[in-house]
T-cell receptor, first 113, second 112 residues
Framework: DADVTQTPRNRITKTGKRIMLECSQT?????MYWYRQDPGLGLRLIYY???????NKGEISDGYSVSRQAQAKFSLSLESAIPNQTALYFC????????????FGPGTRLLVL | EDKVVQSPLSLVVHEGDTVTLNCSYE??????LLWYKQEKKAPTFLFML????IEKKSGRLSSILDKKELFSILNITATQTGDSAVYLC????????????FGKGTKLSVKP
């Protein structure tokens, strides 16, 4: 079984809709992250959470919100989706040490029409 | 501003060739450097480097870090078509509480 799972794997939505991307992990890590990947831009950090009560904005948090429901679950929401949020979204987890390896989920491919 | 720069951005080689991918960085509070391989799905962890001059090796892949000159290289020998992927370099920045700063990646294409 995968250590980091994301649902859905693919999603098509319309401009203005609210959608939620979910991430679950079985690695027992406290730290979780949401990234988006766009062609030619690499990975960019949206939000990160170091434990259930600690949530921080990343580079590109505008238009997104997150919820850390439990140690193992970290959800990303697009409150009102827009076409430039079309991207590949990755969830990741890591152990408590600074700079520790991040383990990625399989990604969610989102298309906003 | 912290940054991670990878070069080349893309590379086309033939099977059997050896390739070297480069990653240079400017990070306020360096903690670690990581290499990932990304095919059509999520990135796969390759190496994590924290100390200068110590080569990490796994099969045909190896990597080394130079903390004085602020760069790392990833070598792939005897390339195979299955090595075709985007290779990502990321630096762990202790100053930003452990987040990773990613480069844009090097797209490697290995032709038969």
């Amino acid at each position: 079984d995968a250590d980091v799972t994301q649902t859905p794997r693919n999603r098509i939505t319309k401009t203005g809709k609210r959608i939620m991307l979910e991430c679950s992990q079985t690695k027992g890590h406290d730290r979780m992250y949401w990234y988006r990947q766009d062609p030619g831009l690499g990975l960019r950090l949206i939000y990160y959470s170091f434990d259930v009560k600690d949530i921080n904005k990343g580079e590109i948090s505008d238009g997104y919100s997150v919820s850390r429901q439990a140690q193992a679950k970290f959800s990303l929401s697009l409150e009102s989706a827009i076409p430039n949020q079309t991207a590949l979204y990755f969830c990741a987890t890591s152990g408590p040490g600074i700079g520790e390896t991040q383990y990625f989920g399989p990604g969610t491919r989102l298309l906003v029409l | 501003e912290d940054k991670v720069v990878q070069s080349p951005l893309s590379l086309v080689v033939h099977e059997g060739d050896t390739v070297t991918l480069n990653c240079s960085y400017e990070v306020t509070n360096f903690r670690s450097l990581l290499w990932y391989k990304q095919e059509k799905k999520a990135p796969t962890f390759l190496f994590m480097l924290t100390s200068s001059g110590i080569e990490k090796k796994s099969g045909r892949l190896s990597s080394i870090l130079d903390k004085k000159e602020l760069f790392s290289i990833l070598n792939i020998t005897a390339t195979q078509t299955g090595d075709s992927a985007v290779y990502l370099c990321a630096v762990g920045d202790g100053g930003s509480q452990g987040n990773l700063i990613f480069g844009k990646g090097t797209k490697l294409s290995v032709k038969p």
